[in-house]
Nanobody
Framework: QVQLVESGGGLVQAGASLRLSCVAS????????MGWFRQTPGKGREFVSH????????EYADSVKGRFSISRDNAKNTTYLQMNSLKPEDTALYYC?????????????????WGQGTQVTVSS
């Protein structure tokens, strides 16, 4: 079982950038696809992005495409989410998740392992 710990959230102004990090307790290369989801009060977890363990292909939600970028450093067992041009609507609790699927669907049920979340707040 893999444990995930996110960091890097904070309070920023609109237009700023943040980089979220997700450190895994074990090797995730060749084993887990890594995803980022976000959640706001009263809403379900929304898919943001993922990166495949098989070929490092990436996918993004339309709402973040062109602004966010996911990457992984296998040597450090760390996945990153670079967030640029942040908007107030990006405000949410951001979760890192791991899936055994090589190309998991964009639903939280495809990810059995989750971190505790890191808060991102973007002021206007």
């Amino acid at each position: 079982q893999v444990q995930l710990v996110e960091s890097g959230g904070g309070l920023v102004q609109a237009g700023a950038s943040l980089r979220l990090s997700c450190v895994a307790s074990q090797r995730t290369r060749s084993s887990y696809s890594m995803g980022w989801f976000r959640q706001t009060p009263g809403k379900g977890r929304e898919f943001v992005s993922h990166i495949s363990w098989k070929d490092s292909s990436t996918e993004y939600a339309d709402s973040v495409k062109g602004r966010f970028s996911i990457s992984r450093d296998n040597a450090k067992n760390t996945t990153y989410l670079q967030m640029n041009s942040l908007k107030p609507e990006d405000t949410a609790l951001y979760y890192c998740a791991a899936s055994l699927l090589s190309n998991p669907p964009r639903v939280h049920g495809a990810y059995p392992y989750w971190g505790q979340g890191t808060q991102v707040t973007v002021s206007s």
